[in-house]
């Protein structure tokens, strides 16, 4: 990173002492809530990725602190989070201890801030090496795990103040209003927006067909099924072009569902001459630290990633997130897309590509959430969201702008299979007519463009996409939708295509040209 931008990033980010209005006013609520509510009570509070999350907390430590004769805990549920927490804190002068696996505590007494990692503190309370009589304020940081509910029990006395951007859990079987008593709703997204704290997302969003996709026991998509998707040449190479029609030469995060599928993502990106570094959990601390400072310094730089940027990473330069991913989880849209929405002086907007249905599922992000709905009512919410089949019944291929200059001559490039198959049924046809219709109006719009059956086969050729679509709208009408029979209809409709138009092309240009074609 240059010097101006190094400089530019610390202006943009404020931290000590000097908090927002609305960061000022969400501390006085929670201590409102905190001086009229029993010692044990539960209150939650949610405020947008970027909105400052770590900044008010460690504010509300420092005044818990300074008022109150008791001692106060941070959980995270990753090492990394640990150590950030730590430093903002010492940044708001609270002096703190981080209770990690090799932490020494014998001079726990010394403390009055401690900091963990969720799973450690649990082996550290149970092996009874952690005092934890006098701690009277316990603040959980993205407290939309469950992995932290293991640790109520303990601390039974204590205020408990979960954080988080989505209070949506992470598992359905266990709400959050199992846990808590109460929501506070911070700033909007869009609030953040207007007022210059959030940069705005332009999102670009590509349907897929996502019915091959397997749901796990957690309710999310399997990893399996996943990457059988999105390691497809297709994909990547829908992938590729999307990053060059709307990002190419900014810096990008992309986010997978899978080990494999990030390698081979790396793979297609390293091939066509761009800069990209691949990240997983599999990799130790020091490469994982060099990985991300080669990100933050290279210009133009891609970084493609599984399982490890979506909390905890903070890299204002990101000016495109790429969602290689479809995902049935709220808090990780949000968390994923959040990650470009840092704002610097030179950064107002950021750019979003969607290659997994997220926008048709769970809507912009920045929309406007009843959190507080979502909170009470979870169950509600989610039997709302519309299954992978109901989106794509919805779906209406557009071609891109670049490709359909190329097909200018033809006023109509739209083939409605849904309502041609509904047509020919209630006529008594064969389903079958609805493919040889739509391969001949495929074969027209490329006849209309071309001076010779070579420029039409070049034409055919970028139909891909919409053949694709055309196919699985059928399959979905007739009721076959096997993985093999697809993959077998999409090749003989190519193969067909291209017959038609060795066989037809003089005699189709002739009657829509008026004139035979140029020898």
């Known amino acids: 990173m240059s010097v101006s931008e190094k400089t530019l990033e610390l202006e943009e980010r404020k931290v000590g002492k000097d908090l927002y209005s609305y960061q000022k006013a969400a501390i006085s609520k929670i201590f409102k809530s905190f001086d009229e509510a029993p010692d044990d009570y539960h209150l939650l509070y949610q405020l947008p990725t970027g909105g400052g999350k770590t900044v008010i907390f460690s504010e509300l430590v420092r005044q818990y602190l300074k008022h109150h004769k008791k001692k106060a805990l941070v959980l995270t549920h990753r090492i990394e989070l640990c150590k950030q927490t730590s430093n ?40 009874d090496k952690f005092d934890i009589s006098d701690i009277g304020l316990v603040i959980i940081d993205e407290a939309h795990y ?14 408990i103040l979960g954080v988080t951007a989505t209070p949506l859990s992470s598992n359905i079987k266990l709400p959050m209003k199992d846990n808590y008593n109460e929501l506070i709703v911070g700033e ?51 992938l590729v072009n999307a990053y060059e029609l709307h990002s190419k030469g900014k810096k990008t995060l992309i986010f997978n569902n899978g080990i494999n599928t990030s390698i081979q993502v790396y793979q297609s990106f390293k091939a066509a001459g761009y800069p990209i570094a691949h990240l997983d959990n599999t990799y130790s601390k020091k490469d994982r630290k060099m990985v991300l400072k080669w990100f933050k310094d290279t210009p133009h730089a891609i970084l493609t990633s599984v399982s490890i940027l979506t909390t905890g990473f903070d890299e204002p330069t990101v000016n495109t997130i790429i969602l290689n991913r479809a995902t049935k989880s709220l808090g990780l849209y949000y968390q994923m897309i959040g990650r470009g929405s840092r704002i610097l002086k030179n950064k107002a907007t950021f750019t979003v590509i969607d290659l997994g249905n997220n926008m048709h599922r769970f809507g912009p992000w920045g929309a406007d959430l009843d959190w507080q709905q979502i909170f009470k009512s979870p169950n509600y919410y989610l039997d709302k969201i519309l299954s992978d089949e109901e989106l794509e019944s919805n779906f209406k291929y557009e071609m891109p702008s670049e490709l359909r200059k190329e097909f200018s001559k033809s006023q109509e490039v739209y083939f409605d299979i849904k309502k041609m198959y509904i047509e020919s049924v209630s006529k008594g046809e064969s389903s079958k007519v609805v493919l040889e219709r739509s391969l001949k109006q495929h074969a027209k719009i490329c006849i209309e463009n071309s001076e010779d059956v070579y420029d039409a086969f070049e034409l055919s050729k970028k139909l891909g996409d919409d053949i694709d679509y055309r196919i699985e709208r059928y399959t979905k009408c ?13 090749e003989d409709y190519r193969t067909k295509l291209r ?21």
Not at 478 to 490: A, D
Not at 499 to 509: H, K, P, S, V
């Open 88 to 127: 903002m804190l010492t940044e708001f002068e609270v002096t703190n201890k981080v209770v990690d696996s090799k932490a020494n505590l014998d001079d726990q007494n010394n403390y009055s801030c401690f900091v963990a990692m969720v799973e450690t503190l649990n082996n550290r309370l149970n092996d």
């Open 146 to 159: 469950n992995s932290f509910t293991k640790l109520f029990d303990f601390f039974s006395k204590s205020f």
């Open 188 to 238: 909007t997204i869009e609030s953040l927006i207007e007022n210059e704290f959030l940069a705005r997302a332009e999102i670009f969003s590509y349907n897929v067909g996502l019915t091959s996709l397997e749901v796990g026991a957690n309710g999310d998509y399997t990893v399996k099924s996943s990457e059988d998707l999105y390691t497809n040449n297709e994909m990547l190479g829908k």
């Open 478 to 490: 007739i009721c076959r939708s096997t993985h093999n029979f697809v993959t077998w209809l999409k």
């Open 499 to 519: 017959l038609y138009l060795r066989d037809n092309f003089d005699r189709d240009f002739e009657v829509i040209h008026g004139r035979p074609p140029e020898e």
